[in-house]
């Protein structure tokens, strides 16, 4: 893999006010990057011959094919095959080239593609394309269609209602062959020796007909077409598989409009009477058979979207009772807008697991089976749907710092075990904090390990999580009456030597704090009923007293406020800033080392992450600050690209022995740390100056070796990328690829793993594009 090395900066007018400024380095743990955003097909294979089960996804707007390592542990590391499978729609794995390594095979909906990626035995994959003209692709598989000893491809496509195969040459050149243009909208292709005449049948499922089908090969590859049924309403899915044991192949549907999961019995003749399954799986869209609870028959698996409730999902399985009576069994009603289900032996155990995609919630998901057909669901794709907060602390004891989160559509407190050189494995806590929205951890009980707690908004609850020294969390409700209850922290507020407990409450603008009596029963007190919209707490001893106070956000008013305590757990309110725009979250550190505890805030209008500097004199009453340059407190803008800031938290989380800080962000899905580089460069106080119009300057050095700045003007709110192209054409880097505000920006780009040469820059703004040279010597 080449490495290119980035550096972005936002450049302000450099006039006034000159002094050193705290820099940071952006490094992600966990966002979309990691994620299947909008995930549509799994499949599971052997990928990397280890002889363990690794998981294939494709997912649509991320436009990516990835495969997820199995480290033998059943731990998942995400490797990405492509990111340009435009609207991909499904997966398969199959030694397509014959070199006995595991190539993948996509089918992609908005670029018409069948793709194919050529694992080199290191799995690095090449992509290579079967064809560009499968209108609206759906589905792809493979299998030798035509008996000559390599594989073939097929695949069915939407738009052009066509079911076709690709036939391979040996050399992996592919030969389009038409099976039927008249599957109106083709959503799912199989294959199989339907017939028993030894060789290889066609299925197809098309939902605009509600049409089953099945096309029989004359073996020459004739295909001749027959209706199983033309009242699938809405038909996703289609597979074959002796469902009955009698020695024929039956087949099976998925389908959205009738909500059913049926069967159709192979009389030996290819004549199919239909049995149902069942009728409740809302949106069905896909199905999948093996033997889920070993008793020697063949059960039934099905994925349904069911977009009632709003984005609920189930996978379920239909146990055969050897006489093709089916009883459901719901795994899960989590996998919100569930399209793909697959089944096999996950963890090596000897039992069937379970595989799902689910698109609404962006995840790739295996279910572990016990061996009884209880199943445990286990997140294969990292994500944090909707990251609401942050907070870092060492979880294991293992001496290095490990990360929390709160993701809000997922109902998630996650904690991401740091290895020790910051890669981050996720570990669920719970999936029932209803609208989880602040995360924190803290020796509740005093027994030496680090528990957790959590607000969630939708439930009105602050919970705990007991850590049993394990990493085995039990939970424990503190109260269920937090009107919207958006954050939590943890302290010792009335000096008697356990930990206490506080809330923001955004429903009814309530700071509060709960008293542990020592044995964790816990007894409410109000701070404030005036913090407008109430988002954020925190608890420090800001003014130096050595008693601890509390700090605010609230959204409504724009304010960050302190309430300073007298020792006796009484409060009073003081400002500290009215303008953070919609803040989210407040945080205390001593940021820049000088002894005093700086400020940090989360905004969610302005996106922005800042700090202010407190100036050692605690003047809060009487200046509260609403500028950068007035009052004790200076602020310092970290990124103003967090879009949908939502929390922030500073730790030393590289070890380096200064304060880092951390970042999660709600509307791109990200938990970010900002490496604190000590106090380098310069920075101006004045407000930046917004281009008039968009604008691409030459780079320099040039000739450069081996790296060159590219300066740009960005003029409005657009999405922007920045792009490295080689002289025949090839992409060899992508700088820059989101939404950036107006601003003057700078790129360092490091190429010491291209070659000398002419590259070309691109850049592209809304409607603006340009592309200007360069020149690589070495």
């Given at each position: 893999m080449k490495v290119f090395s980035v550096l972005l900066i936002i450049v302000f007018s450099l006039t006034a006010n000159i002094f050193p400024q705290v820099q940071f380095a952006a490094h992600i743990i966990v966002s979309r990057e990691y994620a299947a955003v909008f995930a549509q097909s799994v499949y599971a294979v052997d990928v990397d011959g280890d002889s363990d089960m690794d998981v294939l996804s494709a997912s649509a707007q991320d436009r990516k094919i990835a495969w997820y390592e199995n480290d033998g542990?059943?731990?998942?590391?995400?490797?990405?095959?492509?990111?340009?499978?435009?609207?991909?729609?499904?997966?398969?794995?199959?030694?397509?080239?014959?070199?006995?390594?595991?190539?993948?095979?996509?089918?992609?909906?908005?670029?018409d593609k069948i793709a194919w990626y050529e694992n080199d035995g290191s799995e690095n994959f090449s992509a290579h394309t079967v064809t560009p003209n499968a209108v609206g692709a759906e589905s792809v598989y493979a299998t030798d269609v035509d008996g000559d000893g390599d594989i073939d491809v097929l695949s069915a496509s939407e738009s052009d209602d066509k079911i076709a195969w690709y036939e391979n040459d040996g050399n992996e050149n592919f030969s389009t062959h038409t099976i039927t243009t008249g599957a109106n909208g083709a959503s799912s292709v199989y294959a199989v020796d339907v017939d028993g005449d030894g060789d290889i049948d066609v299925l197809s499922a098309s939902e605009d007909d509600d049409m089953i089908a099945w096309y029989e090969n004359d073996g020459n590859e004739n295909f001749s077409p027959h209706i199983i049924t033309l009242y699938a309403n809405g038909a996703q899915s289609v597979y074959a598989e002796d469902v009955d044991g009698d020695g024929d192949i039956d087949v099976l549907s998925a389908s959205a409009e009738d909500k059913k999961i049926a069967w159709y019995e192979n009389d030996g003749n290819e004549n199919f009477t239909t049995h149902t399954i069942a009728t409740g799986a809302l949106m069905a869209t896909s199905v999948y058979a093996a033997d889920v609870d070993g008793d020697g028959d063949m059960d039934v698996l099905s994925a349904s979207a069911a977009i009632e409730p709003l984005y609920q999902g189930e996978i379920a399985w239909y146990e055969n009772d050897g006489n093709e009576n089916f009883t459901t069994h719901t795994i899960t009603t989590s996998a919100y807008g569930a399209q793909s289900v697959y089944a096999t032996d996950v963890d090596g155990d000897g039992d069937m697991d379970v595989l799902s995609a689910s698109y609404y919630d962006n995840k790739i998901a295996w279910y572990e089976n016990d061996g009884n057909e209880n199943f445990i669901s286990h997140a294969i794709t990292p994500a944090a749907d909707a990251a609401r907060s942050v907070y870092a602390t060492d979880v294991d004891g293992d001496g290095d710092m490990d990360v929390l989160s709160a993701s809000f559509l997922d109902n998630k407190i996650a904690w991401y075990e740091n290895d020790g050189n910051e890669i981050f494995t996720p570990h669920p806590i719970t999936t029932g904090a209803d609208g989880a929205s602040s995360v924190y951890a803290a020796d509740v009980d005093g027994d030496g390990n680090m528990d957790v707690l959590s607000a969630s908004y939708d439930d009105d609850k602050i919970a705990w999580y007991e850590n049993d020294g394990n990493e085995n969390f039990t939970t424990h409700p503190i109260t269920t009456s937090a009107d919207g209850a958006r954050s939590v922290y943890a302290s010792d507020v009335d000096g008697d030597g356990n930990m206490d407990v506080l809330s923001a409450c955004y429903g009814d603008d309530k700071i509060t704090w709960y008293e542990n009596d020592g044995n964790a029963n816990f007894i409410t007190h109000t701070i404030t009923s005036a913090a407008l919209e109430a988002t954020s707490v925190y608890a420090t001893d800001v003014d130096g007293d050595g008693d601890m106070d509390v700090l605010s956000a609230s959204a409504e008013d724009d304010k960050i406020a302190w309430y300073e305590n007298d020792g006796n757990a009484n409060f009073t309110a003081h400002a500290i800033t009215t303008s953070a725009d919609y803040v989210q979250s407040v945080y205390a550190e001593d940021v820049d080392g000088d002894g005093d505890m700086d400020v940090l805030s989360a905004s969610s209008y302005d996106d922005k992450i800042a700090w202010y500097e407190n100036d050692g004199n605690e003047n809060f009453t009487s200046h509260p600050i609403t500028t950068a340059a007035d009052g004790a407190f200076t602020s310092h803008p970290i990124t103003t690209a967090a879009d949908g800031a939502w929390s922030v938290y500073a730790a030393d989380v590289d070890g380096d022995g200064d304060m880092d800080v951390l970042s999660a962000s709600s509307n791109d899905n990200k938990i970010v740390w900002y490496e604190n580089l000590g106090p380098v460069g310069i920075v101006n106080n004045d407000p930046p100056v917004v281009p008039a119009q968009p604008l691409l300057y030459d780079n320099y050095p040039d000739p450069f070796n081996p790296e060159t700045t590219i300066e740009f003007d960005v003029a409005g709110h657009h999405p922007v990328t920045l792009k490295i192209y080689d002289l025949q054409g090839r992409e060899a880097a992508t700088l820059i690829n989101e939404r950036l505000p107006p601003a003057h920006y700078k790129v360092t780009f490091n190429a010491r793993n291209l070659a000398s040469g002419v590259y070309f820059y691109h850049i592209r703004m809304g409607d603006f594009q340009a592309v200007k040279k360069m020149t690589l010597i070495r």
């Open positions: 542990n059943e731990n998942f590391i995400s490797h990405i095959i492509t990111t340009e499978a435009s609207g991909a729609q499904s997966v398969y794995a199959v030694d397509v080239d014959g070199d006995s390594d595991m190539d993948v095979l996509s089918a992609c909906w908005s670029d």
